[in-house]
């Protein structure tokens, strides 16, 4: 039975590229195309591919941690194919974890080979879990931590501590991201899911689908109607956030309300 591919890359080009020498490899269908790390996740879970096509570096949520995602959320881990142009030292972590990659620009002879080794895999192996957890952590702790955030502002770009970020909300699919020093601008993350996989998870809280917080600049917990809270923020309008109901659990635990 031919293999199903998924094809997971920001850029379109790249994705173009794949399809064309996969087809020509023969006996491997691709099955659908993401162009982003939130994709890569809902397709994954929505077709069970047998074998994924992974860019390494995307915006917002990376290739890393699509892979970190399907581990959290306990989905079934297809054969994962990397692509990257450059970093070398995770050439290095493939090899030791025997996950196979791909250098761009793609070559044919090496996609097929791909191909091949993600069929023998399946045979013959085990779910790949253990060692793409392993690949994972070992990436991970490579990693620099930015603790900086790109925003634009008055067609200037600006860097902000993530500290210093009071709140981000999204309207119309902008995200807009306060500063505590009054500052708003912009960020290029295309959701609010995506902007969080980039801050601290120990600062930063998805208090309601539109909008993320800085825990440490909440500076009040206002009571609302039907057992429901606002947030007033510690920026100069003193902004009210709503918390929605899915999380008004989490707000009592963090502040044992």
């Not at 982003?36 to 570096?57: M, R, S, T, Y």
Request: hydrophobic content about 40%.
């Amino acid at each position: 039975m031919p293999l199903s591919a998924l094809i997971v890359d920001d850029e379109q080009l790249a994705r173009d590229e794949l399809a064309y020498l996969l087809k020509g490899v023969g006996d491997i269908d691709v099955v659908a195309q993401g162009k982003n790390g939130v994709e890569a996740v809902n397709l994954i879970k929505e077709h069970n591919p047998d074998v994924v096509f992974l860019d390494v570096q995307m915006p917002g949520l990376d290739g890393f941690g699509v892979i970190k995602k399907l581990i959290d959320r306990r989905l079934p881990l297809p054969q994962i194919v990397f692509a990257t142009a450059y970093e070398q030292y995770a050439i290095k972590a493939f090899e030791v974890n025997a996950v196979d990659y791909l250098l761009k620009p793609f070559d044919k002879k090496r996609v097929a080979q791909s191909v091949q080794k993600a069929r023998k895999n399946l045979q013959t192996e085990a779910p790949p879990s253990d060692k793409l957890e392993t690949l994972v952590r070992m990436l991970e702790s490579q990693k620099p931590q930015n603790s900086k955030v790109l925003l634009k502002s008055m067609g200037r770009l600006f860097l902000v501590d993530q500290k210093d970020i009071c709140f981000a909300s999204i309207e119309d699919g902008v995200i807009t991201v306060v500063n505590t020093s009054g500052m708003e601008g912009q960020s290029n993350c295309r959701t609010l899911e995506e902007l969080l996989e980039s801050l601290d998870p120990s600062l930063f809280w998805r208090a309601h689908r539109s909008f993320l917080v800085n825990i440490n600049r909440i500076k009040e917990v206002v009571p609302w109607f039907k057992s429901s809270y606002q947030l007033r923020m510690d920026d100069r309008k003193q902004t009210e956030v709503p918390v929605s109901r899915a999380q008004t659990k989490r707000l009592r635990e963090l502040f044992k309300l």
